[in-house]
Nanobody, 115 residues
Framework: QVQLVESGGGLVQPGGSLRLSCAAS????????MGWYRQAPGNQRDLVAV???????IYADSVKGRVTISRDNAKNTVYLQMNSLKPEDTAVYYC?????????WGQGTQVTVSS
């Protein structure tokens, strides 16, 4: 059974930082592209960042320079370090793993940026 469990969300003031984690089980983690997506109320789910099995990284333009994605294959975990957070970063953040036709999602973790 595949599980992606996100953690690290919460309430933070504008300009603050958060580090999200996604622990994966039930997959051969090292061969999967891992990603973070986010969905604000009334909006579609959008890419934040992805990291391939080979370490290639893609960031959404809206977060470039403020966000860092990383993975630890030994711990089956992908991280999202978010700095200089803005109110418009408020959303539910979802972890994603995919390879070939296989595609899995976590339950999401809420990030709220507000003073």
């Amino acid at each position: 059974q595949v599980q992606l469990v996100e953690s690290g969300g919460g309430l933070v003031q504008p300009g603050g930082s958060l580090r999200l984690s996604c622990a994966a089980s039930g997959i051969i983690f090292s061969i999967y592209t891992m990603g973070w997506y986010r969905q604000a109320p009334g909006n579609q789910r959008d890419l934040v960042a992805v990291i391939t099995s080979g370490g290639r990284i893609i960031y959404a333009d809206s977060v470039k320079g403020r966000v860092t994605i990383s993975r630890d294959n030994a711990k089956n975990t992908v991280y999202l370090q978010m700095n200089s957070l803005k109110p418009e970063d408020t959303a539910v953040y979802y972890c994603n793993s995919r390879t070939g036709t296989l595609n899995f999602w976590g339950q999401g973790t809420q990030v709220t940026v507000s003073s």
